[in-house]
């Protein structure tokens, strides 16, 4: 039952740190470019 | 295997930027999450092998649906076509590869339980190469997969432009924040599997 609840609790706060970034600016052109 | 699936979900962010996390910690567990309602139908259900004291691995899962062979890979199709309405053709793929990549991690560790065809059809043989016998190897995977996968999301994160109006510094601040947070996430849900909780 914790178990469950740690997922759930990793699906909300998990997802909503992630939200906070902006990975709608990704380029993946130019991260592959940065790398090269 | 709970926390490794999500450990994979998490890396692969890494190369699918645009989706967002939580639909892929969705995905990895969504077998999972349809074994959920199946098992409350009692139409799938697991045995403790030893019932008296239930262990991390410590079971035998008969879901002969959604952990079948062809069945995943049916599930993983048709989640996969719907999420490509939203995130479009390389995002579906994307999410029908990563749900079932839960499959492909459970055939590691699982005893021989799962089915090539949906309800075990034909009676053929069960699959699983019973990586759960030997826990310390089991839990060292899936370790090992929560900490790839967050070192791969940390590194791509790192690339992100800050948006206009806040300080590099902040946007540092946010990606540490996403990443350590999910991190010590990963690590509860192994660490409460672990225990049996």
């Known amino acids: 039952m914790w178990t469950i609840f740690a997922i759930v609790l990793l699906l909300v706060v998990g997802g909503w740190l992630d939200a906070q970034l902006n990975w709608s600016q990704v380029n993946p052109k130019s991260v592959k470019e940065e790398r090269r | ?197």
């Open chain 2, 1 to 197: 295997m709970i926390a490794g699936h999500f450990g994979l979900a998490t890396g692969v962010k890494a190369g699918a930027p645009r989706l967002p996390l939580w639909a892929l910690l969705l995905s990895t567990f969504w077998l999972d999450v349809i074994f959920i309602f199946l098992f409350a139908a009692g139409i799938e259900g697991l045995t403790q092998i030893d019932p008296a004291h239930p262990s991390y691995g410590g079971a035998l899962i008969h879901a002969y649906y959604t952990h079948s062979l062809v069945g995943a890979l049916l599930i993983a199709a048709i989640t996969g076509g719907i999420a490509g309405l939203w995130w479009g053709r390389q995002g579906g793929l994307v999410i029908a590869a990563v749900i079932f990549s839960h499959w492909l991690l459970d055939l590691l560790v699982h005893r021989p339980d799962l089915p090539i065809l949906p309800g075990n059809a034909g009676n053929l043989p069960l699959l699983g190469f019973g990586l759960w016998e030997y826990p310390v190897f089991s839990a060292a995977l899936e370790l090992a997969l929560v900490l790839v996968g967050v070192y791969l999301y940390y590194r791509r994160a790192s690339q992100l432009p800050a948006p206009s109006g806040v300080a590099p510094s902040q946007q540092r601040g946010r990606v540490w924040l996403a990443s350590v947070g999910t991190l010590l996430l990963l690590l509860l849900v192994l660490t409460l599997d672990l225990l049996s909780l």
